[in-house]
């Protein structure tokens, strides 16, 4: 027989000693089944994904330990990488093998049965690795995948480490406007302008008849960002110029 453990809320114990593990989590293949994770010597390796899973599941964690039929048939690998089917004990003894087995997970496509349940114990909160294994004194990530909007601490890291360079001020970029010298340099200025809230938007004022349409439409999108009425009123300017040339395309 093969030893797992499978990492889930608190509040779920009652439910798994009465009735087993339901089958809900998405397999690589499409089906559904169980996640769970060799027992091995080590107990930090054991309990790994604790940590990692906090990020997901609100409240305290659990651990339910099961027991396989050696020749059940699972997948095993790591979490990005397609896994390989094996039986469960062939599973325990390939990340047994592994010189760094963090990441690794066994996934049985089906439900557990309250008999396979052998126990439910409580866990340290924090142990394991968090977002990557080895990810301790690295950089973190900041990218909306990695970091979702609402995880826990999400403003507090973006702020150390920001997914996209700080604005530069707003005299440098109309300083290097007033220099560009092709409608792609002005676009480009342009941009970065409206990445902020701004004001006086009567300095952007000459573009408003700039020749190049693709310039005219980056400004327009710029003059989001700038409050005033100046703003609004170059923005209606704007419009009619678009007007007005797709009459006289017309005609």
Not at 103 to 130: K, L, N, S, Y
Request: aromatic share 6%.
């Amino acid at each position: 027989m093969a030893d797992f453990v499978h990492i889930t809320r608190a509040r779920s114990a009652r439910r798994i000693q009465r009735s087993g593990i339901a089958a809900r989590s998405a397999g690589h293949a499409g089906g559904r089944g169980v996640y769970c994770m060799p027992v091995l010597p080590s107990f930090t390796l054991t309990y790994q994904w604790v940590r990692e899973l906090r990020r997901w599941h609100s409240g305290v964690l659990v651990a339910v330990h099961l027991r396989l039929p050696d020749d059940e048939p699972v997948t095993v690998g790591h979490y990005g990488a397609p896994p390989r089917a094996v039986t469960a004990a062939q599973a325990v003894a390939a990340v047994r093998r592994l010189d760094d087995p963090r990441g690794c997970e066994v996934f049985v496509p089906r439900a557990v049965t309250t008999a396979e349940v052998r126990r439910i114990r409580d866990v340290p909160q924090g142990v394991g690795w968090r977002y990557l294994p080895g990810a301790h004194g690295r950089r973190p990530c900041p990218c909306p995948a990695c970091l979702p909007r609402g995880a826990r601490n999400v403003a507090r890291l973006r702020r150390r480490f920001p997914y996209n360079d700080p604005p530069r001020p707003k005299g440098e970029l109309m300083a290097q406007l007033r220099t560009a010298g092709t409608a792609d340099e002005i676009i480009d200025v342009l941009w970065e302008l409206g990445r902020g809230r701004r004001g006086g938007a009567e300095e952007l004022a000459y573009l408003v008849d700039h020749p190049d349409p693709h310039v005219r439409d980056t400004l327009n999108d710029a003059l989001r960002a700038y409050r005033g009425r100046e703003a609004r009123r170059l923005r209606a300017r704007l419009q009619l110029t678009e007007v007005s040339a797709s009459t006289s395309k017309s005609c």
